[in-house]
């Protein structure tokens, strides 16, 4: 199926690795040129080479608007304009009990988790509007609507971001530019990866054996029994930023496999 974005320009945050390089891959596929941003040059050098599409690769941390701003005139400058944003960048942030996480554990996650995404909409979407043609989807979690306790930080951090796509949702649609959210939930990532290593070692077992745990003691509604694909989340990304999607706006896509038991986003 034809997405109908060939030669349009997306700025993809968190491009190095997993949900980010995986969107890189499908979007490129899709005749999309790539303004490809992380927090490390060489790694986001070393992940993207393969990649066909014009590109630019540029480090940048998401906490600085002024960095953020730089990603964005480079892009400008090579390709002319920016009209499809995918904002994958974020941490797992600190976990414990949600009293006793400092002000800077919350600070952190909130910095890069939400108020990232404020400061990549402040640089993009204004042109967009423009030319009246735009796609801005940013990455949520399950735990948005369904916050495990250890995890209040970024549960926060996330929830608030999908409240704040929402919100643009509702004006910038009438001047073409559509609003999204996609939430996965334990995708094959490098932060997935980390939190059963440390599983694995808390309970002196293989990491296949602390991802099968798991599943059964904390993701009981994932009944495949595995964790998502990059790619799998990328495809549900691709159909939101293309003119196949031009009537779905202010929504939440879940990619969770079933993990979130409720009704309702």
């Not at 009209?83 to 890069?112: C, F, M, Q, R």
């Not at 404020?118 to 030319?131: H, Y």
Request: charged share 25%; with cysteine; hydrophobic share 40%.
């Amino acid at each position: 199926m034809d997405l109908g974005i060939k030669g349009r320009v997306a700025l993809i945050t968190g491009a190095s690795g997993g949900i980010g390089l995986a969107t890189a891959r499908q979007l490129s596929e899709e005749g999309v040129r790539l303004v490809l941003s992380d927090i490390d040059q060489q790694k986001l050098d070393d992940a993207c080479t393969w990649l066909t599409a014009e590109k630019v690769l540029l480090a940048a941390d998401m906490t600085r608007q002024d960095q953020v701003e730089r990603v964005v005139d480079a892009g400008r400058a090579t390709f002319g304009q920016i009209d499809i944003v995918v904002h994958t960048a974020g941490v797992t942030g600190a976990k414990g009990d949600p009293l006793e996480l400092s002000d800077d554990d919350y600070l952190e996650a909130w910095n890069t988790d939400f108020f990232s995404a404020v400061r990549v909409a402040r640089a993009t979407i204004p042109d967009m509007r423009t030319r009246s043609w735009g796609r801005f989807v940013c990455i949520t979690s399950e735990n948005a609507v369904q916050p495990y306790w250890e995890e209040a930080v970024y549960n926060t951090a996330k929830a608030s971001l999908a409240a704040f796509i929402k919100n643009l949702s509702y004006k910038e649609a009438a001047q073409g530019v559509l609003c999204n959210t996609v939430s996965p939930a334990f995708i094959e990532t490098p932060m997935t990866d980390g939190m059963m290593k440390e599983r694995a070692e808390e309970l002196g077992v293989t990491f296949e054996e602390a991802i099968e745990s798991f599943l059964d003691e904390e993701r009981p509604g994932i009944v495949q029994k595995r964790r998502g694909k990059p790619q799998e989340v990328a495809a549900a990304i691709a159909l939101l930023v293309s003119e196949r999607a031009s009537f779905i706006n202010g929504s939440n896509l879940r990619v969770d496999g079933g993990s979130v038991q409720a009704l309702q986003n």
